[in-house]
């Protein structure tokens, strides 16, 4: 049982370059999410999918694209890279519990940079 | 929107004393209240968690106290051990939203 697997771990980027950002869980969990740590700044939700076919945004979307064809894949992707991505990206999975998406299981991370 | 504020921003402890983690938040529709904690380096990882219609909730070394009409709520540890040592974030969520907002995290260090 791997739990969320994310790929790559470390990745870095030329400014205006696009690139994926995989995430897959194993657990059949209804939800998943993406989040982005800054230092000093906790972590901020980008996108969201309540189920496969379901998709919306979070507090900080510019930027970023998703889909969820399967309940298993929820990748991330980044349009046109900019310095102010560089982040520590985690992807989490949760079972269907209550109204909210309360991430259960996070990734190990993509440490992101952008030149 | 929900607004969450997590004091203090560190906390230095010796091994064996107690720590405790407080958090406020903003939208009294909130419900439900994580703790995660994050080693340096790796993923954050949920530790206890607490419903509104709860006023603490234990696990071993680990307890957190809610109280709804202060609207703030209290991560506890007791009899800390050097890998307590990491980054706790506190978040809510509820009210009608899907999205948890977290609090900006305290780092705990226990010195042996």
């Known amino acids: 049982n791997a739990g969320v697997t994310q790929t790559p771990k470390f990745q870095v980027l030329k400014t205006g370059q696009s690139m994926t950002l995989q995430c897959a869980q194993d657990m059949n969990h209804e939800y998943m999410s993406w989040y982005r740590q800054d230092p000093g700044m906790g972590l901020r939700l980008i996108h969201y999918s309540v189920g496969a076919g379901i998709t919306d945004q979070g507090e900080v979307p510019n930027g970023y694209n998703v889909s969820r064809s399967t309940t298993e894949d929820f990748p991330l992707r980044l349009l046109s890279a900019a310095p102010s991505q560089t982040s520590v990206y985690f992807c989490?999975?949760?079972?269907?519990?209550?109204?909210?998406?309360?991430?259960?299981?996070f990734g190990d991370g993509t440490r992101l940079s952008i030149l | 929107g929900e607004n969450v504020e997590q004091h203090p921003s560190t906390l230095s402890v010796q091994e064996g004393d107690s720590a405790v983690i407080k958090c406020t938040y903003s939208?009294?529709?909130?419900?439900?209240f994580p703790w995660y904690k994050q080693e340096l380096g790796k993923r954050p990882q949920l530790i206890i968690d607490i419903r509104s219609n709860v006023g603490e909730k234990k696990d071993q070394r680990i307890a957190v106290t809610l109280n709804k009409t202060a609207k703030h709520f209290s991560l506890h540890i007791t009899e800390t051990q050097p890998e307590d040592s990491a980054v706790y974030f506190c978040?809510?969520?509820?009210?009608?939203?899907?999205?948890?907002?977290f609090g900006r995290g305290t780092s705990l260090i226990v010195h042996p």
């Open positions: 989490a999975s949760s079972q269907r519990q209550g109204a909210g998406i309360q991430p259960q299981h």
């Open positions: 939208d009294s529709a909130s419900n439900y």
């Open positions: 978040a809510a969520q509820g009210g009608g939203s899907y999205i948890p907002t």
